[in-house]
C-alpha cells in the first residue's frame, strides 16, 4: 500500500509568515498534486508537479517535487488569512488512482 | 456547467438503513470515484470507474456497492448501513487524460447512528 505522510499536522500562524508544508513517501509516482480544501466544500487543485526536481510557482505559493519523485513541499511566503484551508497532497499511481496525504490544517490569523 | 454535483448533501440513517448517494458530472468525465473523508486520515478511495458500465474495488470497499449505467452519474450504494460508515462522502471526476487531475463535489455528510 501506497502511503503519503504530511506534516505538520496542524499549523497555526500570523499573517504576514512564511511556512512550508511536506508530502513524504517512500514509493515513487509518476505525478503529484496539492489541493485545498475548505470547510464543507471538496478539494480544488492547486498544481501539478511531473518531473523530478520541478519547481513550480503560483503567486505565493511554491511547490517542489523531490529528485527522485518521492515527496514533495508547499511554501507559502507571507501568508494571508485567505490562505486558512486544509492543505492535500495527492500522488498519482499510474493506475488511473491517486493515493491522498494525511492533510495539513492550516490556520493563518490577522 | 454546474461541475461535479452530489445528493443529498445531508443525510441521517440508523443502523441497518439502506441508501444511495448520487453523483453527477457534465463535463463528459471518462473516470469517477467515491472516496470518504475521516479526521486524520486524508480521502480513502472506496470504488472507482474508468468508463460507463465498468467500477473497481478501491482501498476500502466493503460495505458499499456502486454503479455507473450512465456515463453522466456514478451512484454508492450502502446496503446496510454501520455507525463506522459516517463520513464525508466526496465524488470526483476526470477526464482519461496523462495527468490524473481530478474535480470534487462538495461531499454527502452522513451520520449513521
Known amino acids: 500500500t501506497q502511503l503519503l505522510e504530511q506534516s505538520p499536522q496542524f499549523l497555526s500562524i500570523q499573517e504576514g509568515e512564511n511556512l512550508t508544508v511536506y508530502c513524504n513517501s517512500s514509493?515513487?509516482?509518476?505525478?503529484l498534486q496539492w489541493y485545498r480544501q475548505e470547510p464543507g466544500e471538496g478539494p480544488v487543485l492547486l498544481v501539478t508537479?511531473?518531473?523530478?526536481?520541478e519547481v513550480k510557482k503560483l503567486k505565493r505559493l511554491t511547490f517542489q517535487f523531490g529528485d527522485a519523485r518521492k515527496d514533495s513541499s508547499l511554501h507559502i511566503t507571507a501568508a494571508q488569512t485567505g490562505d486558512t484551508g486544509l492543505y492535500l497532497c495527492?500522488?498519482?499511481?499510474?493506475?488511473?488512482?491517486?493515493?491522498f496525504g494525511t492533510g495539513t490544517r492550516l490556520l493563518v490569523s490577522p | 456547467n454546474a461541475g461535479v454535483t452530489q445528493t443529498p448533501k445531508f443525510r441521517v440513517l440508523k443502523t441497518g438503513q439502506s441508501m444511495t448517494l448520487l453523483c453527477a458530472q457534465d463535463?463528459?468525465?471518462?473516470?469517477m470515484y467515491w472516496y470518504r473523508q475521516d479526521p486524520g486520515m486524508g480521502l480513502r478511495l472506496i470504488h472507482y470507474?474508468?468508463?460507463?458500465?465498468?467500477?473497481a474495488k478501491g482501498e476500502v470497499p466493503d460495505g458499499y456497492n456502486v454503479s455507473r449505467l450512465k456515463k453522466q452519474n456514478f451512484l454508492l450504494g450502502l446496503e446496510s448501513a454501520a455507525p463506522s460508515q459516517t463520513s464525508v462522502y466526496f465524488c470526483?471526476?476526470?477526464?482519461?487524460?496523462?495527468?490524473?487531475?481530478?474535480?470534487f463535489g462538495p461531499g454527502t455528510r452522513l451520520t449513521v447512528l
Open positions: 463535463m463528459n468525465h471518462e473516470y
Open positions: 470526483a471526476s476526470t477526464y482519461n487524460g496523462r495527468l490524473n487531475e481530478q474535480f
Open positions: 514509493s515513487v509516482f509518476s505525478s
Open positions: 470507474s474508468v468508463g460507463e458500465g465498468t467500477t
Open positions: 508537479v511531473v518531473t523530478g526536481g
Open positions: 495527492a500522488g498519482d499511481t499510474g493506475f488511473q488512482k491517486l493515493v
